[in-house]
């Protein structure tokens, strides 16, 4: 083996009498990022930042809940007492809970003040890849979550008690997923900030592209992951449920997301005709 990437020794940060938890270090560092994006979007269409601040509030705790709850409902084998699911610093969260859960709970606040809902949802929605791509560091600090065996140079160092766990022996290094879906992340995030500069989108259609983007990430990476994960019908849950996402977000778009002056006569003729003839 030429080149990895070294695993870190330890999953803990100590500063002084605290410590830190490098799991929930980068989570942090992730939803930092992301306000701070969403502020300077929501700025730069006039809106006031503290907008994003109120949101965050209540949608960043509401997306860890969902997140956890997911991985419960899809990965009951819990064997360690009544507050095993509880131990959200042990690793353990279900990003498409959090989507859910978090968006739901965000939209909820800017109804309830009253914001424009399709611009503030365009102007946030590049953050959410931003903090995936920080926080799913905390899966490399936590020496989880990885692919198969692999000899790349840039495949990750396991410890050998962890590689054992996950039924490789004698095994290395493996396939760094965290990384792969950091890195797609990070591009999501540019792909989305540049697909809402064209200006082709009905407004508030960029969740959709989100969800379909990210989706089709996780739809791959489920097929490279070694971790244990709840199966239906022999395929991992993970995996019917991205598809499941991908059909409804990308149903939405062909439908939906284009702005209105964007179709053409013959498109308004044909949709006039299909429904006449219904």
């Not at 502020?39 to 956890?68: C, E, F, H, M, Y």
């Not at 160092?157 to 890195?183: K, N, W």
């Not at 082709?200 to 960029?206: D, P, Q, V, Y």
């Not at 439908?255 to 308004?268: H, K, Q, V």
Request: charged content about 15%.
């Amino acid at each position: 083996m030429l080149a990895s990437i070294p695993s870190p020794s330890e999953s803990v940060i100590e500063l002084g009498p605290l410590t830190l938890r490098a799991y929930g270090v980068m989570i942090a560092l992730g939803v930092v990022a992301a306000v701070l994006l969403s502020q300077r979007r929501w700025t730069a269409r006039g809106g006031n930042p503290d907008d994003i601040s109120t949101i965050a509030l209540w949608a960043v705790p509401a997306g860890l809940i969902g997140a956890r709850a997911y991985h419960v409902l899809t990965d009951w084998r819990f064997d360690e007492g009544w507050a095993q699911p509880f131990k959200i610093w042990e690793g353990g969260l279900g990003i498409p809970g959090g989507i859910a859960a978090g968006v739901l709970v965000g939209l909820w606040m800017i109804r309830r003040n009253g914001w424009d809902q399709p611009t503030l949802l365009d102007a946030i929605v590049p953050g959410l890849p931003l903090a995936q791509a920080i926080g799913r560091w905390g899966n490399y600090f936590n020496q989880e979550l990885f692919g198969g065996p692999s000899e790349l140079p840039w495949a990750v160092e396991i410890d050998p008690d962890v590689a054992a766990s996950a039924g490789h022996r004698g095994v290395e290094t493996f396939h760094p997923t965290f990384l792969y879906e950091s890195l797609w992340n990070l591009g999501l995030t540019l792909f989305l900030v540049w697909v809402d500069r064209t200006g082709k989108l009905r407004r508030g259609a960029l969740l959709a592209v989100y969800v379909v983007g990210y989706l089709v990430a996780r739809l791959w990476l489920e097929t490279i992951r070694i971790d244990p994960a709840t199966e239906v019908g022999g395929v991992r849950i993970n995996i019917w449920m991205s598809i499941i996402g991908i059909a409804i977000a990308g149903a939405w778009l062909m439908l939906r997301g284009r702005r209105p002056e964007d179709y053409s006569a013959d498109d308004i003729v044909g949709a006039a005709d299909s429904i006449d003839g219904a």
